[in-house]
T-cell receptor
Framework: EAGVVQSPRYKIIEKKQPVAFWCNPISGHNTLYWYLQNLGQGPELLIRYENEEAVDDSQLPKDRFSAERLKGVDSTLKIQPAELGDSAVYLC????????????????FGPGTRLTVL | AQSVTQLGSHVSVSEGALVLLRCNYSSSVPPYLFWYVQYPNQGLQLLLKYTSAATLVKGINGFEAEFKKSETSFHLTKPSAHMSDAAEYFCAVSPFSGGYNKLIFGAGTRLAVHP
C-alpha cells in the first residue's frame, strides 16, 4: 500500500517568489493535515481537512499561505510571497475519517518537502 | 493549554546500552500520548501510543513507554540500543476533543548510537 506522497521533496527559491507543495494522501483517508516543522522543533499543525472542507486553519498565516483540497483527495499548500523565515520542512499527513467519540485514528506522515528560501 | 516537554535535545548512548528518552506532558484532561520516530529525510513513523488502556505500552523495534499520571510522564525506553535506532524521536500529546486527535509535538530528541 502506498503511503502519503509529497512533491517536490526539496525546493529552493528566492524570497518574494511563490511556491507550492503537493500532497497525495493514503487512499481512503478522509482527513488530511499540513504541518510545519522548523529546524530543531516538532511539527506544528497548519491546517486540517475533513474531505474537502478546511475544519481547522487557525494556525495558517492567511496573509501569505493558502491551501486547497479539491475533490477531497489531493491537496496543495501555497506560499506567496515566500519569506526567509518560511525555510522549513512542510509535512503532509492523512488519517481515516473521524470515528466514534474518543476513538483514535492514526496519522500517517509523508516524507515532507524541505523548503529553502534565499 | 496542552504541551509536551522533552528533556534533552540530544542523547548519545553506546550500542547495547539502555535508551531512555524523557517526555513530560501537560494536559487538563486524560490525554492520549504518542512517540514518533523520524529517520533522516523521512516522515514521522508511529512507535507506540497510549490511549488509556494499559499504562505500559509496547511498540515497534523493541521500544516501550510507561504512562505515569502522578509524574505526568511518558518516557520511552529500549533495553539495548542498536545503531539503526539513531534518529529523532518526538513525543506528542493529543488533547482529545470530540473525536479529533490533534497532535501537539515536543521539540524532539536526537538519539545518537555509537559503537
Amino acid at each position: 500500500e502506498a503511503g502519503v506522497v509529497q512533491s517536490p521533496r526539496y525546493k529552493i527559491i528566492e524570497k518574494k517568489q511563490p511556491v507550492a507543495f503537493w500532497c497525495n494522501p493514503i487512499s481512503g483517508h478522509n482527513t488530511l493535515y499540513w504541518y510545519l516543522q522548523n529546524l530543531g522543533q516538532g511539527p506544528e499543525l497548519l491546517i486540517r481537512y475533513e474531505n474537502e472542507e478546511a475544519v481547522d486553519d487557525s494556525q495558517l498565516p492567511k496573509d501569505r499561505f493558502s491551501a486547497e483540497r479539491l475533490k477531497g483527495v489531493d491537496s496543495t499548500l501555497k506560499i506567496q510571497p515566500a519569506e526567509l523565515g518560511d525555510s522549513a520542512v512542510y509535512l503532509c499527513a492523512s488519517s481515516q475519517g473521524q470515528g466514534a467519540p474518543f476513538s483514535y485514528n492514526e496519522q500517517f506522515f509523508g516524507p515532507g518537502t524541505r523548503l529553502t528560501v534565499l | 493549554a496542552q504541551s509536551v516537554t522533552q528533556l534533552g535535545s540530544h542523547v548519545s548512548v553506546s550500542e547495547g546500552a539502555l535508551v531512555l528518552l524523557r517526555c513530560n506532558y501537560s494536559s487538563s484532561v486524560p490525554p492520549y500520548l504518542f512517540w514518533y520516530v523520524q529517520y533522516p529525510n523521512q516522515g514521522l513513523q508511529l512507535l507506540l501510543k497510549y490511549t488509556s488502556a494499559a499504562t505500559l505500552v509496547k511498540g515497534i523495534n523493541g521500544f516501550e513507554a510507561e504512562f505515569k499520571k502522578s509524574e505526568t510522564s511518558f518516557h520511552l525506553t529500549k533495553p539495548s540500543a542498536h545503531m539503526s535506532d539513531a534518529a529523532e524521536y518526538f513525543c506528542a500529546v493529543s488533547p482529545f476533543s470530540g473525536g479529533y486527535n490533534k497532535l501537539i509535538f515536543g521539540a524532539g530528541t536526537r538519539l545518537a548510537v555509537h559503537p
